[in-house]
C-alpha cells in the first residue's frame, strides 16, 4: 500500500505541476497580449510622428525586454526547468505569469535608460554602442535575464551611490558646517 500510495502522490504532483506551468503560461501570454497592445499603440506614434528616435528606441528596448521573458519563461518550461509552486492557487500563478512579461520588459527599458544616460558604459567590440540593434537586443537580454539585468544594474547603481566609509559610517549627503 505504501509503494501504491508513493506512486499516486508521485502522479499528482507532477500532474499538478503540469497544471500549474499551463496556467502560468497563460498568465505570461496575457501579459505578452497587453504589452501588443502597448506596442500598436507606440506604433501608431510613430507613424503620426508623435515620437522622437529616442522614443521608439524606448518601446523597442521595452517591447524587447517583455519578448525576452517569454521566451525565456518558454525556454524553461520546455527544458523542465521551470518551477512555479502549484499550492498558491490558479489566480495567483495567472497573475505572476502575467506580471512576468512586464518585469523583463522594464529591466528592457531600464537598461536602456542607463545606457542612455552614461550610468552604465559598455565597449562593444568596434561597432558603436548607441545604435538601435543594440538597445534592443540588451532590452531582449534583460528581458531573458533578470539575473543579468539586475546585476548590470546593480553594478551600475554602485558606480553612481555613494559607497560606505572604511569605518562603516555612512557618507554624508549634505556638506557638513562647522560649528
Request: glycine share 10%.
Amino acid at each position: 500500500e505504501e509503494e501504491d500510495l508513493a506512486k499516486i502522490e508521485t502522479y499528482y504532483r507532477h500532474a499538478a505541476m503540469r497544471s500549474a506551468h499551463v496556467v502560468y503560461l497563460g498568465g505570461v501570454l496575457a501579459g505578452a497580449l497587453a504589452l501588443v497592445a502597448i506596442g500598436v499603440l507606440s506604433w501608431i506614434l510613430w507613424r503620426a510622428g508623435f515620437s522622437s528616435p529616442d522614443v521608439r528606441t524606448a518601446f523597442a528596448a521595452f517591447a524587447a525586454g517583455g519578448v525576452g521573458a517569454l521566451v525565456s519563461v518558454m525556454s524553461r518550461l520546455t527544458s523542465g526547468r521551470l518551477v512555479v509552486d502549484y499550492d498558491i492557487g490558479r489566480d495567483t500563478l495567472r497573475v505572476f505569469g502575467a506580471l512576468r512579461p512586464f518585469i523583463g520588459a522594464v529591466f528592457g527599458l531600464a537598461l536602456f535608460f542607463a545606457l542612455k544616460s552614461d550610468v552604465l558604459n559598455l565597449q562593444v567590440g568596434r561597432s558603436p554602442a548607441n545604435t538601435f540593434p543594440f538597445y534592443v537586443f540588451l532590452g531582449f537580454l534583460a528581458g531573458f535575464s533578470e539575473r543579468w539585468a539586475q546585476d548590470m544594474l546593480l553594478g551600475a547603481g554602485r558606480s553612481v551611490l555613494p559607497t560606505r566609509r572604511d569605518n562603516g559610517e555612512e557618507p554624508a549627503t549634505t556638506p557638513e558646517r562647522p560649528a
